[in-house]
Structures are given as C-alpha cells and as structure tokens.
C-alpha cells in the first residue's frame, strides 16, 4: 500500500485532483512551475519519512452557518489526496447507498432526491444532526476503524501525521463532553478533524459508517439517509422513532458524540429543512435566507465588476451554476423574481 501511495503515478494524480478548479491560484502555479521535481521531492519526504503537514490557514464562514475552514497548504493538500486515491476503495465498498456526501456518484441532489422518496413513502420523519460533529470526532476511535482495513503500518504513520497537524484547529468549536467512564483527563483526548481536508471528509463517513449499519441493521429502519453529520429516519410510526432516537443517542455515545436533543418526530407533509431546502412529498422548495444570501452575493458581485474587480464571466458563472442547482427545486417564479430585478442589469 505503502508503495502505491509514493508512486509518481499516484502523486501526479493527486495533484491533478487537488488543482482541480484552482489553476488560476498562486500556490497551484507555484507548485506547476517546477511540477516534476515538485511531485518527487513529496515522493522523496514520504519516503524518507521527513514528510510533516504545514501550518493551517484558518478563517471563518458564515453560510449556512458559522463555521471554521483550517486550510493546509497546498503540497499537504496532495497528500491528502494521494492517501484518499488508495484508502478510499477500502472503505467505500463498506458504505451503505444512502449515504450522500463526498461520494463520487452521490451528492446534494441525489440526497435530496432520495429525502422526497422516502417522504412520499412514509408518514414521519425524525430529523436529526449531530453536536459540533467535526471537532468532536475522536483520533483513539478513528485510528482504530481506519487500522481495521489498513495494515501497512508506513501509511499508518502518514495517517498519524495528518490526525496530529490538526488536533488543535477546532478546539475553540468544541465544548467539553463527559461520557460514561470518563476521568479528568477525558479533557485531554485528541479530538477534531479540521473542516477543508478532503482526508476530514473521507474520515466522516469511516467514523459514522458503523452508525449507518447500526440503524439499518439493528433498528431495522428501512427509511434513513446521511448526508455529513444529518441524517434522517423515515417511519409510518412515531412510536417507533421515538423508540430509534433513545437508542440512536446511546449509540452515539460509543463514538463519544451527541446529537441536538430537539429532534422530534414530525409529519413529512409539514417539510423537512434538508440541505438549504424545504423537502415535500410532492414539491421543494428554497429557504428563504438562501435565495437572501444569493441576492446579497450577487449584488456584491456587480458592485466588484463596476470596479473592475471581477468579470462579466465569473458572473454569468456563478448565476449559472445557483440556477442549476435551483433546478431541482421548484423555483421558477423565484428565479424570475431574483433576475428579472434592476439591479442585475449590466
């Protein structure tokens, strides 16, 4: 395994995957200027065993929520792919198909697609996130399910590195949670995958795998889709789901995780607010704050073109893409409300 992550052939690709859509970035074309030696001198460091991760670049976002990106820079950022290209196909045959996110084949509108399915399907829905998920994932238990299908113990310690650069990126998104058998130094649990690796996403749905099993398999819910740290389970009864959310929180707790204690079993022909949309048996529709965000952004937008800050391109662009996206959604009338307005004039 250990011989396929360090081939030339691996870390080339990976860096194809990693300049993806960044070609135009000053790190990329640094890193692309002398692209051969480059790709060997990683090569050489993984092999060396000289390889450590840089420093992280963090910043916050605020849609949909408040958020904290830890960006590595971009030579790790390769690693992380290369690893991903030979650990993935471990996992991936491993994962059940309703689970959604960062999965080739998969995605938002194919879990959206799925969520009506089972709404029209089923009369309720328990829908369900879980608390500060990515920094509170734990290195002990993720080491020990990654370990379950990697033996090279070379790749292992690259695992390792990667775990340790970011153990610190969201301890100020973490408050403390005491589990059954804890002691005072519970405290000092390495915990958190930084938000912006694709290692980080690729380990989310490692760490939640037995999770899915557990409410397929054992709960026997034949309605129930994860996309990221939401998820929801789809019955004919409530009592059923209420009987699911006692045993999915004790669940959790073998993964040292909780979820929001508000979830409650509701009728599907009142909505599910799933993945920036209201989600009915027989229609979708948009949150209101994210067509808001749109037209906050857009505006921004010409107000930068006016001062030769973007292009008329990236604008069309970016419409383009949240049309489509829309699309899949019924939103005709707010799409024509939204750029039929003044202010989207050029």
């Known amino acids: 395994m250990f011989n396929k992550l360090t081939s030339f052939?691996?870390?080339l690709l990976a860096y194809k995957k990693a300049s993806k859509g960044k070609r135009g970035?000053?790190?990329v074309a640094q890193f692309e200027h002398e692209l051969e030696e480059n790709v060997y001198k990683l090569r050489?460091?993984?092999?060396?065993?000289?390889?450590?991760?840089g420093k992280y670049n963090s910043f916050f976002i605020h849609e949909p929520k408040r958020r904290l990106i830890s960006a590595a820079p971009f030579k790790d950022r390769v690693i992380h792919h290369a690893l991903c290209n030979i650990t993935e196909p471990l996992f991936e045959r491993s994962f059940i198909d309703d689970s959604f996110a960062n999965r080739k084949g998969k995605g938002t509108h194919k879990a959206l697609d799925r969520c009506q399915q089972f709404a029209r399907k089923?009369?309720?829905?328990?829908?369900?996130?879980i608390k500060q998920f990515f920094p509170s994932?734990?290195?002990?238990?993720l080491k020990s399910i990654l370990a379950s299908k990697i033996y090279?113990?070379?790749v292992s310690e690259i695992i390792d590195k990667i775990l340790h650069s970011g153990k610190d990126a969201l301890d100020e998104m973490y408050d403390m949670v005491y589990f059954p058998g804890d002691d005072l130094f519970s405290v000092y649990r390495a915990r958190g995958l930084p938000i912006g690796n694709l290692t980080s996403q690729f380990w989310a749905n490692v760490y939640l795998n037995s999770f899915d099993h557990f409410v397929k398999r054992e709960l026997g819910c034949k309605g129930y889709l994860r996309y990221v740290?939401?998820?929801i389970l789809f019955a004919d009864d409530k009592k059923a789901l209420w009987q699911w959310k006692k045993a999915i929180v004790n669940r959790l707790k073998k993964l040292r995780l909780t979820m929001h204690p508000n979830a409650h079993p509701r009728p599907v022909t009142e909505g599910l607010p799933f993945l920036g949309f209201h989600v009915f048996p027989s229609k979708r529709r948009l949150k209101r704050r994210k067509g808001v965000h749109f037209q906050r952004k857009l505006k921004q937008s010409l107000r930068d073109l006016h001062n030769n800050k973007t292009t008329i391109a990236k604008i069309s662009a970016s419409?383009?893409?949240?049309?489509?996206?829309?699309?899949?959604a019924n939103t005709i009338g707010l799409r024509k409300s939204i750029l039929s307005k003044q202010s989207f004039r050029l």
């Open 9 to 11: 052939n691996n870390l």
């Open 25 to 27: 970035k000053f790190y």
């Open 44 to 53: 050489n460091e993984l092999i060396d065993k000289t390889y450590k991760p």
């Open 122 to 129: 089923f009369r309720f829905a328990l829908q369900c996130d």
């Open 137 to 141: 994932i734990d290195h002990e238990i």
């Open 152 to 154: 090279d113990a070379n």
């Open 229 to 231: 740290d939401d998820f």
């Open 319 to 328: 419409v383009q893409g949240w049309t489509q996206h829309l699309g899949y």
